[in-house]
């Protein structure tokens, strides 16, 4: 068997670089070396690219960065190259690429453009898509179009609010009344999100997003049960099982995902098994309304007293970490981890360089 060479990619200028290099050791150490000749790029939080070649077990907390291995190169966008080119002036032919890149400059369609410059097959959602589905203004009103159900939301631009601070609290408490959850529209992770009971944390809250992103989203408070179901696929989307979280802090922050053992993850989901299913559908119906292909998961909320099933958000590069529920929902449904890396890179390869 001819062995297909694949690029991982990992880190990235984000406030979610850690959690990328964690994600990346996972991917790596379930990839079937028998098929493919696995090539390590990393980019530093300052953006700088560089070829890794050491321990998988050095990635975290960027220990990899001590590694003498390593070796400045990037992706070239000439077609002619198709791959990497090292700063000695190797060229590294690649047959796939797998961006393992959360949250800004790299899960919102920047490196995807990167790569289908280069038409070099890759994992995951096109550019566009990507785009769409990280900004979750845009992507909000793109699941309105195709009357996907979400909670009631508003979306403010950080000059705006500046401009007309008064006129736009106004104009939130009015739609949404309080509690009011407030988002960065550009991060993942749920970085940068609060929970506002008043003006005076709305105010707050405001500020804390603006940190991460230009734009704000708000959004009404939902009283229900956090689920969220795995999807891949190109033309043919297929979901995993559903997965419900209980968040150990008031809302399932970034400290409550990533650092405290007390958020729990039920698979499946605690509710009803025909909800699981109309979670799947809608999940199947967003991954197709959003353009994806490749992978993503879709987060929804199932409120409390009436059951309906509200859409959250979609992940285009979902955590794949070992307590990340991607991996973990498509082994309930009978996916090993490693087949399901199989399957993604087969979907890259399906649909090839030129998109």
């Not at 790299?106 to 038409?119: F, I, S, Y």
Request: with cysteine; glycine share 8%; hydrophobic share 40%.
């Amino acid at each position: 068997m001819n062995k297909k060479t694949i690029a991982v990619i990992f880190g990235g200028v984000s406030s979610e670089h850690d959690i990328s290099c964690i994600s990346a050791k996972s991917i790596i150490e379930n990839i079937d070396y028998n098929k493919y000749n696995v090539v390590l790029l990393g980019i530093t939080k300052n953006g700088e690219w560089l070829i890794y070649n050491d321990a998988v077990t050095l990635l975290p907390n960027d220990n990899w960065l001590k590694s003498p291995s390593l070796t400045p190169a990037f992706i070239s966008p000439d077609t002619s190259v198709r791959g990497i080119v090292t700063a000695k002036g190797d060229i590294i032919k690649l047959d796939v690429v797998f961006p393992v890149l959360h949250g800004k400059n790299g899960e919102d369609g920047t490196v995807q453009g990167l790569l289908q410059l280069a038409q070099i097959p890759f994992v995951g959602c096109d550019a566009t898509s990507s785009g769409v589905c990280m900004d979750k203004a845009v992507a909000n009103a793109v699941a309105d179009a195709f009357s996907i159900p979400q909670a009631k939301w508003c979306a403010v631009s950080e000059y705006d609010y500046r401009t007309n601070t008064e006129a736009e609290l106004s104009a939130a408490e009015e739609k949404l009344g309080y509690p009011i959850f407030v988002k960065p529209a550009n991060a993942g992770s749920s970085v940068g999100i609060s929970k506002a009971h008043n003006q005076d944390e709305l105010r707050n809250a405001l500020e804390v997003a603006f940190k991460e992103d230009k734009k704000a989203v708000l959004e009404e408070f939902i009283d229900g049960y956090e689920v969220e179901c795995a999807v891949m696929g190109n033309n043919i989307p297929v979901a995993g099982e559903v997965g419900q979280i209980v968040a150990a802090a008031e809302f399932y922050d970034f400290d409550a995902k990533y650092n405290n053992p007390q958020s729990e993850l039920f698979i499946p989901a605690q509710i009803p098994e025909e909800k699981r299913e109309e979670v799947k559908a809608l999940a199947l119906k967003a991954f197709k309304a959003l353009g994806c292909e490749g992978m993503a998961r879709v987060d929804f909320f199932v409120r409390k007293d009436d059951g309906k099933v509200l859409l959250n958000e979609i992940n285009t590069i979902p955590g794949q970490t070992d307590i990340s529920m991607y991996p973990k929902l498509f082994e309930a449904v009978g996916i090993s981890y490693k087949a399901l890396i199989d399957n993604l890179i087969e979907f890259a390869l399906q649909r090839g360089g030129k998109i």
